[in-house]
């Protein structure tokens, strides 16, 4: 890839599906994508594009021009799998009851799709790569399609963290029941889970890993 993407290929790239990458746009804009690398067209009908690992660093990126503190949230409107402990009206698709299910249910069968479009052997029952790199994002989405609840202000829930290592979360969740729970949930979604204790304040965790084969 040579250059960043033109102003037109950069919207294409900004709308594209938030959790399963695929793109809308002109045929040109469209090949124009792929031969930057930042996209793919998939082989089988509809030959729909998507965007490569590549595209995805592209769409996250912050513009020299506006960096500044960034809002780990997707802007309105934007799915997003709640991670716990967001603030009242922070949290991402800040809907409820039935039509979040829906979401969520959607969300999930789209990332399954994913799966199978991605994983060199078509797999569904392990992570791919778009998984990979938003961590935090897919353990959180493996748990609401799950049904488990994630923690508000006012209700505990689960709550799905960053850790200093590679390609790990970490899933905190209010007693051991329901942290076990979690953990055979991420299991069946793919992840390698194990329990431990914080040496400083002796909660329990999950240390979970999305799974290579």
């Not at 990458?21 to 930042?38: C, D, I, N, P």
């Amino acid at each position: 890839m040579t250059g960043p993407p033109t102003a037109a290929q950069r919207r294409v790239i900004d709308a594209a599906d938030p959790v399963t990458g695929r793109l809308r746009g002109t045929e040109a804009q469209l090949a124009a994508l792929v031969k930057r690398g930042l996209a793919f067209r998939h082989p089988r009908p509809p030959h729909d594009h998507f965007l490569t690992p590549a595209g995805h660093r592209v769409r996250e990126a912050v513009p020299e021009s506006t960096a500044g503190p960034v809002d780990p949230a997707p802007a309105g409107g934007v799915f997003a799998a709640r991670v716990g402990g967001e603030e009242e009206g922070e949290e991402p698709g800040a809907g409820s009851g039935p039509s979040r299910v829906r979401e969520v249910h959607s969300a999930w069968q789209g990332l399954l799709e994913l799966r199978r479009m991605t994983n060199p052997d078509g797999a569904t029952d392990r992570p791919c790569g778009w998984e990979r790199t938003h961590l935090v994002r897919a353990a959180a989405l493996a748990l609401e399609a799950a049904g488990h609840r994630p923690a508000r202000k006012d209700a505990d829930g689960y709550r799905v963290r960053a850790t200093p290592q590679p390609e790990a979360v970490a899933v905190y969740a209010p007693d051991g029941e329901a942290l076990r729970a979690c953990a055979a949930t991420l299991e069946g979604a793919g992840w390698q889970a194990g329990e431990y204790t914080e040496p400083r304040t002796r909660a329990r965790y999950l240390l979970a890993s999305p799974r290579r084969v």
